[in-house]
């Protein structure tokens, strides 16, 4: 445009207003198609998206007609297990292989960075392994649906979150047809129904944006009575006694103990020697790999090494001078 304008200035055919006037107004016009290009791997992304929900809701089963397998019971197999974060495909965690039959406890340890959270995420089904497989009872998690996967697990974040409701709400994880006594027993087996039922409206209390403020510890406990609701097969704990003190921390113990008497597998994430005190084996996490696994007392040893003191050897007594014969 401006070239076409500079060549009719030069042939006095128009004047230098009109190219720049004519330059201004074909920008104007061609605003709205940059834009649009501009925009266009977002729209294209959008499509594609859009694309893949009506395939989702096109090949849809009839939940009805879905075989239900029944509830785990008896154990969860861990075989070569890789994981990683959400969206990223190289793991962080690899070669994890362990069982765990019913009634039994793990405490998974290691330094900052190693890959515990990440590791019990996927434990729970939050993200998927990229290698090997998770089971319970022989069967992987995709053939139960999300409903029935939040009847036999539990699972207590590092990063605990409460929700905009009741107490109550919160423990039942907002279930529409919660059965109160089943509330009540998890507040007891996580030793919080005491401090509940002082609150304001007891387990009414609404708490969240705007509700009544609790302590870091206050909500740590609700959450670990969430994660208790409905006595699940398996409990996974990460940093559950992060927020605790010495008696939140006895409750924590009493809990786990508690759960595993009944039948329970409960996995804690830990920093502290004080969480896995009530549990049965430890797993050892080193740099993204298990460094050791097996009973708690015996990988402990490994852990310690002993202080090796110099030994001092003991001064012989001087010999006492040869006389000399005479001569």
Not at 25 to 39: C, D, G, I, T
Not at 151 to 158: E, H
Request: charged share 20%; aromatic share 4%.
């Amino acid at each position: 445009m401006l070239g076409m304008g500079a060549w009719l200035v030069i042939q006095q055919e128009v004047t230098s207003g009109v190219m720049i006037a004519s330059s201004i107004m074909s920008s104007r016009a061609l605003a709205p198609v940059e834009q649009a290009v501009s925009q266009w791997k977002g729209f294209l992304a959008a499509r594609q998206g859009l694309a893949r929900l009506r395939r989702v809701i096109e090949n849809k089963t009839d939940a009805n007609n879905v075989m239900e397998l029944p509830l785990p019971h008896q154990k969860i197999d861990l075989d070569g297990v890789a994981c990683g974060p959400v969206g990223i495909r190289q793991p962080i965690v690899q070669g994890i292989s362990f069982s765990l039959a019913a009634g039994e406890g793990l405490g998974v340890i290691g330094k900052s960075g190693s890959g515990k959270s990440t590791l019990s995420r996927s434990i729970v089904g939050i993200t998927n392994a990229l290698t090997g497989s998770i089971r319970f009872d022989g069967s992987e998690l995709d053939q139960w649906s999300s409903d029935r996967i939040g009847q036999f697990i539990g699972f207590l974040p590092q990063d605990i979150q409460l929700f905009d409701g009741t107490v109550a709400e919160n423990i039942s994880r907002f279930k529409e047809d919660a059965n109160p006594d089943d509330v009540i027993e998890a507040a007891k087996i996580a030793s919080v129904h005491e401090f509940i039922t002082g609150l304001p409206d007891g387990y009414n209390t609404v708490i969240g944006t705007g509700g009544y403020a609790l302590s870091g510890g206050q909500r740590q406990r609700i959450a670990l009575a969430r994660a208790m609701y409905g006595e699940p097969f398996l409990i996974v704990l990460d940093e559950p006694n992060s927020n605790l003190d010495s008696e939140g921390e006895a409750c924590l113990t009493h809990a786990i103990k508690l759960m595993r008497g009944r039948g329970k597998i409960v996995i804690v994430i830990a920093h502290r020697p004080s969480a896995i005190a009530a549990v049965d084996k430890v797993l050892v996490l080193n740099e993204g790999r298990q460094a050791a696994f097996g009973p708690r007392d015996e990988v402990m040893k490994q852990l310690v090494t002993p202080v090796q003191t110099p030994q001092v050897k003991p001064k012989q007594p001087a010999k006492a001078p040869q006389k000399q014969g005479a001569a």
